[in-house]
């Protein structure tokens, strides 16, 4: 199974000190997850809004971490292309027409481009799960569930 990291699970799984029992309990999960053989799917998008945050505050053990586990060789990162814009620029546009808005109509609203980096990747249903903390605006166009509901 491909496991979409939502960011606040990505920024859980990279974090080098965690203060929490769930930045912990998402740690051990994750690594649960790899021992199982799933494959980590990285999107563009959920590294930024994790990255931009660490390089803002300047935590360089936490970028490192980050950085390091969005290039380990068994992860699959998802770029942002012309392509995966073109898709969620479609779904933004869904979203309102049928009032089931994702963001603030000036937000870049990252949830569209995070399932758009999904469609466009081609997974097909029953082998990817986003994995995130709020599944409400995902689940509009893709399968996701919390972190905590999927298993090995």
Known sequence: MIIVLDSGVLG????????????TAIITWAAQMQKAGHTFAIPAIADYET?????????????????????????????ISGAVLRRATDLWAQARNTGKTTASDAALDGDVILCAH??????TPGTYLVATTN?????????ADDWQNITP
């Open 118 to 123: 999904v469609l466009e990747a081609g997974y």
């Open 135 to 143: 599944t409400k605006h995902l689940n509009l166009f893709v399968d």
């Open 51 to 79: 990255r931009r945050e660490l390089v803002r505050q300047g935590i360089v053990k936490s970028i490192a971490a980050h950085d390091a586990f969005c290039q380990v060789a068994t992860n699959i990162y998802l770029p």
């Open 12 to 23: 859980s799984v990279t974090n080098p000190n965690p203060k929490s029992s769930q930045v």
